[in-house]
């Protein structure tokens, strides 16, 4: 992350430029009359890559690359690699160079939370989101108007990332990965004591902790270590790298270390994190008489969790729950709610029978994390099975 | 409630034996009476709650929840109590309800059976308003009797025996004179009091099992020290007789494991209780017997799975016991004395009984090895005359040998039928479940017929085990080398007539199936052997099960199904 943080300012993103074709469309006509009839759709819109804003002509978290990019955070579903030029935190930066090489995008600019870029006429402003490290929500303002674009976000403490900000808007973008008042997710340290609970009964088994390998296995470790739980902590391969990146982030979680070859036998009573993917994988096979355990807003339901013959599931996640959102829309003072992703259904409802207006989305290409940690799983498998 | 209903959401989870065991040993241990014998009894199955509904539940939820947003959350979550104890919205801080304490298991107990109907919902809300999400899961799987979470009975009592460091067997007879929340058990077992002499009349007595007989050991046994009798394909089944101490006449009939299934065979039971010859308790087989001759197993099933015991049914399929043994006749306790002993007991209590509703088990005359081989190929001609369809092999029994509860090694062998082989392909392989669950360890396998295009293979069942770990990693590297198809956690393998993989399956008999495209279904296949040799050409046809089926059944089967 050193690294981002050197690069030379993107050029796409200089204060008061843009030479998109919002600004050209804007030279047509009077920017005063303009502006006292912005809508919402004028700031923002749908388009095959994603969400675009005309007025400073960058897309926010698209799908496929683009000139000029804003990144809510670094999970891939978000966060792609291949565009010009991106701005975000520096956190996510650090988490795209990691994960992509350094040459992710054309340029990179850090920005830090609550700094105000102006684009052209618009104000943009990064927030935390509470989700992981560097997850931010983008306010875009223009012409009196504001917009707040909140990526992934989730509302419950974590150690591991500063909590979420709420911003009074007028339209606010959310997910819905956990759109259905099922999920209501308790708090996660009494699942984290569920764990340890089952290290004591089960001091001869191995515990496989499946969780994303961004974001989620980090939390687990440091709230294990708010618990008081001082033991290595052992990780799969593929959690290595991003471990040791929020570490230099100054997010101490204690003593980590790899699976090595060969001593699978020998971690009888220790918990192991590997990607949700490698708990099924040949890798899984030779601990110690493992429990398989996972930790997911998903394993809220019961056949959710027995799907992936999970034995000890634990409700933590890192997206809101129905509650959350519900409250944070509240909270945001919105008058119009859009839904990117997730159970839009029943969230559009529920802002309907709130007086909002309010729209579904429907994105495709934002997925729960899950697709991601999946990707990350296979590429471990690929790696000498060892 | 809460404590308890972790332990029931981390059994529900949990697949293996000795971890459930663990985590109930860890309850009993921890937990307060009488909690915990609350806990025993619904997790024994003692626990029953009439006026609880799933109506009632849906009623209270309708009444607090946007019925859009429920029927969405219905629809994802698949089960009523499931989606209701996730759904059901926390009370308003400073309303009523809020921080309540969670009701304990037996204030659900009581509760509800002192509840008049009409208070039930008030209750149950209260209740729900003060539990978590696991709580209130556990609580509704309670009172709709749907809880579902691979503990047996048996097994719960083995929990509650390890915590005194006793056999299993003795909870079991203590088991039916004792009531929740079984104080005087849990002391005796922390030693705390005297072993609760058992109150019931009529006790179960655990039984006592066979070992397989292995070829090895076979060559060193001496045929004069055993008795041989047919092994019948029916329910073994325990039938006590008893006077109560103001002389009433008690019977009750147990099934192998000690479940109470007296009230499914009132045809029995009343012949039984005219029995005034009879006071004891008889070990034998649970048979249907029509015009003096045993039905297979299938017939007897077709009783064993209706609910409602009619009049019909009970004329249609006559309950009858076949004898085995005697454990106790007039007070005394016959299970110390030798097998010889008890049987000429038993012969001489059955020669007393009138009706026809109990006969003995015929034993089997042999002097050699060889000669009770040949009786176990043709027991037809053996002695077992027109039952011989429904002998599944023969039973050996060392004469000194005392009836012992459990499986004990050297006293009592099951010589069965060489199983029935036929070479399928394999077609399907399916993730396995707990330590399986990172292999492909379940098998889907079929035979060949002629189609319309030629001919194809269609399934006729489904095998977990039978292989060794070597073979399980062979078997798992094939499919997931040979993966044609995904579904979900199902891989769809190559079985064509030229790749493919041959499974020799071993089973035990088939049976008509609606649920089966083939029409077919076996008994108890396994994996025999793999035949990697063989191409999937040359497998077995569909009509070499067909020929299986009893002679009634085989011509709507070859009729065909598609
Ligand atoms: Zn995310
Ligand atoms: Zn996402």
């Known amino acids: ?386 | 409630m809460n404590h308890f209903a972790e332990l029931l959401d981390r059994l529900a989870f949990e697949p293996r034996r000795n971890a459930k065991l663990r985590l109930m040993e860890d309850f009993f241990h921890t937990t307060p009476d009488p909690e915990r014998g609350y806990a025993l009894a619904a997790l024994t199955g003692g626990l029953s709650f009439r006026n609880a509904k799933p109506g009632l539940v849906r009623a209270l939820i309708a009444e607090r929840t946007d019925p859009v947003l429920f029927a969405l959350s219905y629809d994802y979550v698949g089960d009523l109590s499931e989606t209701v104890a996730l759904m059901w919205p926390a009370p308003a801080p400073g309303g009523a309800g809020h921080n309540a304490a969670p009701p304990r298991l037996s204030d659900v107990v009581e509760g509800l059976s002192q509840t008049a109907k009409t208070e039930l919902p008030g209750l149950m809300a209260r209740w729900l308003d003060a539990l978590d999400e696991t709580g209130r899961w556990a609580l509704l799987k309670l009172i709709t009797g749907s809880l579902r979470i691979g503990v047996s009975a048996r097994l719960a009592k083995t929990a509650v025996a390890a915590l005194g460091g006793v056999d299993p067997n003795a909870v079991e007879e203590l088991w039916h004179g004792l009531s929740p929340p079984y104080e005087p058990l849990f002391a005796w077992l922390e030693g705390r009091a005297e072993r609760p002499e058992s109150l019931v009349v009529a006790p179960f007595r655990p039984p006592m099992l066979s070992h397989p007989l292995d070829e090895e050991e076979f060559s060193r046994l001496d045929p004069a020290d055993f008795c041989a009798e047919w092994k019948w394909d029916g329910i073994r089944i325990q039938a006590v007789r008893e006077l109560t101490a103001d002389g009433r006449r008690v019977v009750r009939l147990y099934s192998r494991t000690g479940e109470d299934i007296t009230a499914s065979f009132p045809d029995l039971c009343e012949d039984l209780l005219a029995q005034e010859a009879f006071v004891g308790t008889i070990d034998g087989e649970l048979l249907v017997l029509r015009a003096g001759r045993v039905e297979s197993f299938n017939v007897l099933q077709q009783r064993l799975n209706r609910k409602a015991i009619t009049p019909r049914l009970m004329q249609e399929f006559p309950a009858h016991i076949r004898a085995y043994d005697l454990l106790a006749e007039g007070g005394e306790d016959l299970r110390p004395l030798p097998f010889v002993e008890r049987r000429r007991r038993l012969e001489a209590l059955v020669a007393r009984l009138a009706g026809r509703r109990v006969d003995l088990s015929p034993l089997v005359p042999f002097a050699s090895w060889e000669e009770l081989a040949m009786a176990r190929a043709r027991p037809g001609e053996a002695g077992a005359g027109i039952d011989a369809e429904a002998v599944e092999g023969v039973m050996l029994k060392r004469r000194d040998s005392p009836y012992v509860p459990g499986r004990p090694k050297g006293l009592w062998y099951k010589w069965k039928h060489d199983p029935h082989l036929v070479d399928a392909v394999l077609m399907y392989a399916q993730r396995g479940h707990g330590r399986r669950s990172s292999y492909y360890s379940d098998y889907t396998f079929g035979l060949w017929r002629s189609g319309p295009e030629g001919d194809e293979l269609v399934p006729v069942g489904k095998a977990y085990f039978g292989f060794t770990d070597e073979e399980l990693k062979e078997l798992d590297r094939f499919v997931r080398r040979e993966t044609v198809n995904r579904f979900g956690p199902v891989r769809e393998v190559i079985h064509t007539g030229e790749r493919g993989l041959v499974l020799e399956v071993a089973f035990e008999g088939v049976q008509q199936s609606t649920r089966h495209k083939s029409g077919i279904a076996m008994r108890f296949p396994r994996i025999n052997r793999i035949r990697w040799d063989k191409p999937p050409r040359e497998a077995d046809r569909l009509d070499t099960l067909a020929r299986l089926l009893p002679r009634g059944e085989r011509a709507t089967t070859k009729a065909g199904k598609t």
């Open chain 1, 1 to 386: 992350m050193r690294k981002a943080r050197e690069k030379k300012p993107a050029p796409g993103f200089r204060q008061g430029e843009s030479e998109g074709l919002g600004s050209r469309r804007l030279k047509e006509r009077a920017a005063s009359d303009y502006l006292r009839f912005m809508q919402a759709r004028d700031i923002l819109s749908l388009t095959p890559a994603g969400l675009y804003c005309p007025l400073a002509d960058v897309h926010i978290d698209p799908l496929r690359p683009v000139p000029r990019a804003l990144i809510t955070h670094g999970h891939s579903d978000h966060a792609r690699a291949g565009h010009g030029a991106v701005l975000a935190t520096a956190e996510t930066l650090a988490i795209m160079a990691a994960r992509y090489g350094e040459s992710f995008c054309g340029s990179a600019q850090a920005v830090r939370y609550g700094e105000r870029v102006t684009l052209g006429p618009v104000g943009v402003t990064f927030l935390p989101a509470g989700h992981v490290l560097g997850s931010a929500q983008i306010l875009l303002e223009a012409g009196g108007l504001r917009v707040v674009v909140s990526g992934d976000y989730k509302r419950a403490g974590d150690p591991t990332c500063p909590p979420f900000e709420p911003v009074r808007c007028d339209v606010f973008i959310t997910e819905a990965t956990f759109g259905l008042p099922v999920f209501r997710h308790p708090d996660a340290g009494g699942e984290i004591d569920k764990l340890l609970r089952s290290l004591a009964l089960f001091p001869e088994r191995a515990h496989l902790l499946g969780a994303y390998p961004l974001g989620k296995a980090q939390r687990l470790v440091a709230l294990m270590r708010q618990r008081g739980y001082d033991r290595p902590v052992y990780l799969h391969g593929a959690m290595e790298r991003l471990m040791q990146l929020y570490e230099a982030f100054g997010i101490p979680l204690g003593d980590l270390r790899r699976v090595e070859p060969g001593s699978r036998e020998s971690l009888a009573g220790a918990v192991v994190l590997c990607p949700p993917g490698a708990l099924q994988d040949l890798w899984a096979r030779r601990f110690p008489d493992p429990v398989t355990a996972f930790a997911s807003g998903w394993m809220r339901v019961r056949a959710r969790a027995r799907q992936r013959g999970v034995e000890l599931p634990l409700v933590v996640s890192d997206h809101a729950g129905w509650d959350e959102l519900c409250s944070t829309i509240r909270e945001t003072g919105a008058s119009e709610v859009w839904v990117t992703h997730g159970a839009e259904e029943a969230l559009v409802h529920w802002c309907t029978r709130e007086g909002l207006a309010a729209r579904p989305l429907h994105m495709l290409g934002y997925g729960d994390d899950e697709a991601e940690a999946e990707a990350v799983a296979e590429t471990a498998g690929a790696e000498p099975a060892a």
